[in-house]
């Protein structure tokens, strides 16, 4: 059974940093594609971040690049997003799910960041 358990989020001031973790199970991790997806108040799901974790190649959003990155613990088999000068439109619930953007077939059960002061 593929598992995603995803922690770390809070709330921190504009300009902090926060590091997400998605602990994954149930899957070959080391050979797999994984995401981060955000879900903002009202709004629908944007996709931030995808890894293809067997040749450790990372894509961003352009709202995110330079700010966050993402990067893969495969002897924990985690997933981690490290973000940086964090802003107020950055508040969402943030999910990490298997497989590529827009191709995802397992979600994690999200975890809140807000960003305010």
């Known amino acids: 059974e593929v598992q995603l358990v995803e922690s770390g989020g809070g709330l921190v001031q504009p300009g902090g940093s926060l590091r997400l973790s998605c602990a994954a199970s149930?899957?070959?991790?080391?050979?797999?594609?994984m995401s981060w997806v955000r879900q903002a108040p009202g709004k629908g799901t944007e996709w931030v971040s995808s890894i293809y974790n067997y040749i450790s190649n990372s894509y961003y959003s352009d709202s995110v690049k330079g700010r966050f990155t993402i990067s893969t613990d495969n002897a924990k088999n985690t997933l981690y997003l490290q973000m940086n000068s964090l802003k107020s439109e950055d508040t969402a619930v943030y999910y990490c799910?298997?497989?590529?953007?827009?191709?995802?077939?397992?979600w994690g059960q999200g975890t809140q960041v807000t960003v305010s002061s």
């Open positions: 799910a298997k497989g590529a953007r827009n191709e995802y077939d397992y």
């Open positions: 149930g899957f070959n991790f080391s050979n797999s594609v």
